[in-house]
């Protein structure tokens, strides 16, 4: 934080938070921004989500203030997709998972820029924006996030907002919950999972446990249908078996290997594999692929359009001078708000390094944490770590480096709370 | 973290902000500390450079040596004792361990 910045803060009003903060700051407890390291460059962010907030917020942490920072991002403020399965059961609101960008302009001096990112020309070193604007760069890091495929039957507005995905957290999310709470007693709910790989494995798990959990208790006889492409629960096996043949037993009904061929929005049919089913609510989540910044401008060069890249630099296959990281790139790590805050990290550390001249980072390692609530009260959780491994170019699952929790328990709930304030700070504070 | 850190802590928030301001050291371009991309892996839970306001124990500042034994430790672990701490402690070589150690122990807290 500058001197400029300090008096800023204090000439706002006092509020209990606002005072917080500012101590915070004043220990420098967050890190402040360093002004001589030498090190020169202009980056352009693309994508303020969990690896873009990161990225931008630890380029100038360490590259410091000759390393100018632009961030691009179409919405006013960030919403966690992390934790949103509660505000299907009532237990947070949209707004308490709002996450806004004056602290990353304010505290680490990034120009914040609201706009839609258009096109890249990575010959030219420049990005345009839908308003005109062109941002000229050294180094450009894109972090889109996803795009969703279309399943058919569902090509219109309308259809799409009948059967939701609310795999991006916002107004379908209000949308999926106002359709669970205007169900009847012994209702239908289906879900459909696409074939890996989809942004965090868990959660389509973790959403049916919360949705069983609501309509045990208010919508009684209800029954929770999961469609799930994959051969198998992908993630944290052990709890999620439990949690649907045990803890959840007679509302959700597992059926893997089931292929989606189209739904019908206005009748709530689902044509499937396994034969013709009705629902009263139909959350089917669609196939993923790259951010379509990505696609137009031909940096989704892997299968399933996703982005390739070299994992020490997080450099596009195609595009020298491009990082992508996040859910859009294709890595052997899985799509994760935790790991995408680490990808970051690697990608900032790295570009600081070349525009100083110096090499990446050999061995880098990464990790992932998730925390799966499965009723009101206990949770899950899921940890993984990954090294760099030179003999096949990839991040490798270290020995023993993929741990599901030993049982479901309350603390793991409550510790989920602290884990995911912790980890927005590190990534928006 | 104990009592007295955390009351020492708030007691040097202002001083240290003016450290913070003047304190920036001369450095030519030169090669990250050693540790500190590894360490990151820590600041998810632990906070920035291992300083959590809200998130689980602060370990800035906390002997190398402590934070190298207390990992080695935590590694050994099995079963019901597994909390996610001992979980994430699997994966990183004794050498990495003892340089994110090293790397955190000479934060502030
Ligand atoms: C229900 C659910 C639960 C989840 N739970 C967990 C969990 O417990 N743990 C975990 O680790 N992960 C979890 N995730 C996954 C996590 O949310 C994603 O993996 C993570 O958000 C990916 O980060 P990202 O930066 O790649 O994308 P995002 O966070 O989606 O950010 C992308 C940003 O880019 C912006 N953007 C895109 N294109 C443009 C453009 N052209 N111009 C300007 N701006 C643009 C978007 O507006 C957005 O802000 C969950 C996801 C869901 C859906």
Same mark, same amino acid.
């Given at each position: ?27 420098? =407890?967050?890190?402040?921004? *360093? ?45 966690? %997709? ?6 299907? %059961? ?52 894109? @972090? ?16 799409? /907002? ?16 106002? =359709?669970?709470?205007?169900? *009847? +007693? ?22 049916? !446990?919360?949705?069983?959990? $609501?309509?045990?208790? #208010? ?16 993630? &944290? ?46 959350? @089917?989540?669609?196939?993923?692929? @790259? ?11 892997? *299968? ?42 690697? !990608? ?32 899950? $959780? ?22 599901? /929790? ?18 927005? &700070?590190?990534?928006?504070? | ?20 301001? +003047?304190?920036?050291? =001369?450095?030519?371009?030169? @090669? ?15 906070? #920035? ?16 040596? &402590? ?24 994966? #990183? ?9 090293? #790397? ?6």
């Amino acid at each position: 934080m500058n001197r400029r910045d300090f008096f800023r803060f204090t000439g706002f009003g006092a509020s209990a938070a606002l005072l917080s903060r500012l101590a915070d700051a004043a220990t420098g =407890q967050l890190g402040f921004v *360093p002004t001589n390291t030498g090190i020169k460059g202009r980056v352009v962010v693309i994508g303020g989500g969990m690896a873009g907030a990161t990225v931008a917020k630890y380029l100038r942490l360490w590259g410091g203030s000759g390393v100018t920072v632009t961030l691009v991002e179409r919405d006013a403020a960030y919403t966690s %997709n992390i934790l949103s399965n509660l505000v299907l %059961n009532g237990q947070r609101t949209l707004t308490s998972l709002q996450f806004g960008y004056s602290t990353l302009a304010s505290r680490y001096g990034i120009k914040v820029v609201r706009g839609e990112a258009k096109a890249i020309d990575h010959v030219g070193h420049k990005v345009l924006l839908a308003d005109g604007t062109s941002l000229p760069y050294d180094r450009l890091v894109v @972090a889109p996030g996803i795009e969703f495929n279309v399943i058919p039957g569902l090509e219109t507005a309308a259809a799409q /907002a009948k059967v939701p995905h609310a795999w991006k957290a916002g107004a379908q999310t209000t949308t999926l919950k106002n =359709q669970i709470a205007a169900m *009847p +007693s012994g209702g239908t709910f289906v879900m459909t999972i696409p074939a890996k790989p989809y942004r965090c494995p868990p959660g389509p798990y973790e959403r049916a !446990c919360v949705v069983a959990d $609501w309509l045990k208790r #208010y919508r009684p006889g209800s029954k929770v249908i999961v469609l799930d492409a994959n051969s198998g629960i992908l993630a &944290e096996p052990e709890n999620f078996s439990h949690a649907f043949d045990v803890i959840h037993q007679g509302v959700i009904d597992y059926h893997p290997g089931v292929t989606i061929n189209s739904i019908n929005a206005s009748t709530m049919t689902l044509n499937t594999s396994m034969g013709a089913l009705r629902a009263n609510v139909i959350n @089917a989540i669609p196939s993923q692929r @790259a951010g379509s910044i990505l696609t137009a401008s031909g940096l989704a060069n892997a *299968p399933g359009q996703w982005a390739d890249v070299n994992v020490l630099t997080y450099q596009s296959t195609v595009a020298p001078g491009v990082h992508i990281i996040g859910d859009s790139s294709a890595t052997t790590q899985p799509k994760a708000g935790h790991i995408a805050n680490q990808e970051a990290k690697i !990608c900032a550390d790295a570009i600081v390094r070349l525009l100083a001249g110096l090499s990446p980072d050999p061995a880098p390692v990464t990790n992932s944490a998730c925390y799966s609530p499965i009723t009101s009260q206990t949770a899950s $959780w899921l940890s993984s770590r990954f090294a760099y491994d030179p003999a096949t170019a990839k991040m490798a699952l270290v020995a023993g480096g993929l741990v599901e /929790a030993p049982s479901i328990s309350k603390d793991n709930y409550e510790e989920m709370f602290k884990w995911f304030n912790t980890l927005m &700070e590190d990534s928006f504070a | 973290m104990s009592k007295t850190r955390l009351w020492v802590r708030a007691l040097s928030a202002t001083a240290l902000s003016l450290a913070a301001v +003047s304190a920036q050291a =001369q450095t030519t371009v030169s @090669a990250p500390p050693a540790g500190r991309l590894l360490a990151s892996n820590c600041f998810q839970c632990h906070g #920035y450079n291992g300083r959590s306001s809200k998130g689980f124990e602060i370990l800035a500042g906390e002997s190398a040596s &402590e934070i190298y034994n207390e990992l080695r430790e935590m590694r050994q672990k099995t079963g019901s004792d597994v909390g996610i701490m001992e979980a994430h402690s699997h994966g #990183y070589t004794d050498a990495q361990l003892k340089l994110i150690a090293t #790397y955190l122990s000479k934060q502030t807290p």
